[in-house]
């Protein structure tokens, strides 16, 4: 059973003008899957575990600027009066979505959040990425601190948004509890410009960072083999008591801020996937990241609530086939991230 945590607090992060990360997001998300499973609301008071993640200085730094008004603090990334409160709660419901998960009550959690995290590290742009890329504070690691520290003895992440998560690879590069497997566009293509297949982590932490850097174009018939000949084998193999899942939908072919190619059919593969990991794993938690298309997001979401119910759902949408010119250039990046991390896990 899935359950979903919300709150109307994420209305309130709001841009000065016309943005794409903007608050009617997850409002198209709410209203598609009213109904469909349970709502409970995020823990409040979070800033015991955000300061394990983020230094004091960045959080104060957050603080002051959100007494300021409406401000962007980099590029792309805006503060608005709302946004302390909406970024602690989002943070909120990932922890909430853990002890729902972690207790047996639910054996998964969809937080329905902005603004998104997986760009933003310990002390704000990750990795000399130029921005935050609008995130404030990163709620999927704050999560998976949490989790760790509430008897999850290892953590999985799974990152699909169509961006590197530069922040969550940087909090946890040495750390072997957490395991990053992320599948983006290549950074040469696009921000944040890390997420590089030799980017394996470090010390303790060699072997549980796993980049798979996407061309422009790759299209759902070859992200799934990058899925089956990688990922899932190596969160087989890691045995995680839990899996948090960086859910962005900006992957989708629909999607207007990056190239990839993917449509419903591969989120419905990776949610099948998951589903069935529940048994062995103890529990999933999806956490919304990117995704500009409301469309997508909103049928996206009520595709997860459906196949995390074991209810089939007609997906309106054909699969999706890469161009040749391309997929050479995707089987090449497979070889060559599994040739990298061979050193580390059983792969084909
Ligand atoms: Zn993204």
């Not at 995020?42 to 955000?50: A, G, S």
């Not at 004091?56 to 009066?81: M, N, R």
């Amino acid at each position: 059973m899935i359950g979903v945590i919300y709150d109307y607090a994420y209305l309130e992060h709001r841009p000065p003008g016309n943005h794409v990360e903007r608050p009617d997001r997850v409002v198209s998300i709410i209203k598609a899957v009213n109904g469909l499973a349970p709502v409970e609301r995020p823990i409040k008071d979070v800033d015991e575990w955000l300061l394990k993640v983020h230094d004091a200085d960045y959080v104060s730094k957050i603080d002051q600027v959100c007494s300021e008004g409406y401000v962007f603090i980099d590029a792309d990334t805006y503060v608005s009066p709302g946004t302390c409160r909406a970024a602690r709660l989002a943070v909120g419901a990932v922890l909430r979505g853990i002890d729902k998960v972690l207790s047996g009550e639910w054996n998964a959690a969809y937080a329905i959040v902005r603004p998104p995290g997986h760009h933003v590290g310990r002390n704000g742009k990750a990795l000399m990425a130029p921005t935050q890329g609008f995130c404030i504070f990163n709620n999927t690691a704050v999560g998976a601190v949490y989790a760790l520290e509430h008897g999850a003895g290892k953590v999985a992440i799974l990152d699909v948004d169509a961006h590197h998560g530069n922040g969550t690879q940087e909090i946890f590069y040495s750390d072997p509890r957490v395991l990053y497997l992320s599948l983006h566009q290549d950074p040469l293509t696009i921000y944040p410009g890390t997420g590089f297949i030799d980017e394996v982590g470090e010390g303790y932490g060699e072997g549980f960072n796993v980049n798979v850097p996407l061309p422009p174009f790759t299209a759902d018939d070859a992200y799934q083999v990058a899925l089956n000949g990688i990922v899932w084998p190596i969160i087989e193999e890691f045995k995680p008591r839990l899996i948090l899942v960086s859910l962005g939908f900006d992957a989708h072919e629909l999607d207007g801020i990056t190239n990839l190619r993917l449509s419903l059919n591969t989120y419905a593969e990776v949610f099948r996937r998951l589903r069935d990991f529940i048994g062995r794993v103890g529990g999933v938690v999806f956490v919304l990241e990117g995704g500009y298309n409301n469309d997508v997001l909103s049928r996206g979401s009520v595709l997860l609530m459906n196949i995390m119910s074991n209810k089939e759902m007609e997906i309106d949408e054909g699969i999706t086939r890469t161009e040749p010119r391309v997929l050479a250039r995707v089987n090449s990046v497979i070889r060559d991230v599994i040739s990298t991390q061979r050193v580390y896990w059983h792969l084909g």
